[in-house]
């Protein structure tokens, strides 16, 4: 079975632009949750999607968007970045809801703010 | 809120020797805790989880962990420590409703030949 994959890997922006970065969980799994990870800040959770509906949020600002599609693959979106958006992004996904299951991270997107 | 706080943001063991990583939580309820590992480059691994029952948990690797509740804490062991377990490791525990995990700082794991 595959795994999670995110596209793209790599990115590069300039501040004020727009991105949009990609998650596709394992198939079959309903749950897929977005993190952000800095050298200083650590891991932060930006938000879960769950049958395409949002269910928590982090402490993130309005400019961090996500959705998630029928088939579960999600999106987030990140508007007019700034230089500390410049970060690791990880897309995990989980077969279901309840807090004691496993989620599968996926690769990463690194994105790079210029 | 819950939390985490890993002591030690970096740990150097010798190959073979004990790997003992440290982690204390913070919860208002019962704990769902996990460890997971980050190699260079990549995402999270699970290493081991603790939910509820048998509260020494054995996971992938040869590594293991032990709830202590009256200590708040979910050590992460390996009795033989291997070259290939250099990496980046992150204790976290689950947040009521949904799959939110609140990670710990990460612990580098720095293994001498």
């Known amino acids: 079975k595959a795994g999670v994959t995110q596209t793209p890997r790599y990115l590069i922006k300039t501040r004020g632009q727009q991105v949009t970065l990609s998650c596709s969980p394992i198939s079959g799994h309903r749950s897929v949750s977005w993190y952000q990870q800095t050298p200083g800040q650590g891991l932060q959770f930006l938000f879960e999607y769950f049958s395409e509906t949002q269910r928590n949020k982090g402490n993130f600002p309005g400019r961090f968007s996500g959705r998630q599609f029928s088939n579960s693959r999600s999106e987030m979106n990140v508007s007019t970045l700034e230089l500390g958006d410049s970060a690791l992004y990880l897309c995990a996904s989980s077969s279901r809801g309840g807090r004691a299951n496993e989620q599968f991270f996926g690769p990463g997107t690194r994105l790079t703010v210029l | 809120a819950q939390s985490v706080t890993q002591l030690g943001s970096h740990v150097s063991v010798s190959e073979g020797a004990l790997v003992l990583l440290r982690c204390n939580y913070s919860?208002?309820?019962?704990?769902?805790l996990f460890w997971y590992v980050q190699y260079p480059n990549q995402g999270l691994q699970l290493l081991l989880k603790y939910t509820t029952g048998a509260t020494l948990v054995k996971g992938i690797n040869g590594f293991e962990a032990e709830f202590k509740k009256s200590e708040t804490s979910f050590h992460l062991t390996k009795p033989s420590a291997h070259m290939s377990d250099a990496a980046e490791y992150f204790c976290a525990v689950s947040e009521t409703g949904g799959n939110k995990l609140v990670f710990g700082a990460g612990t580098i794991l720095r293994v001498k030949s």
């Open positions: 919860s208002s309820v019962p704990p769902y």
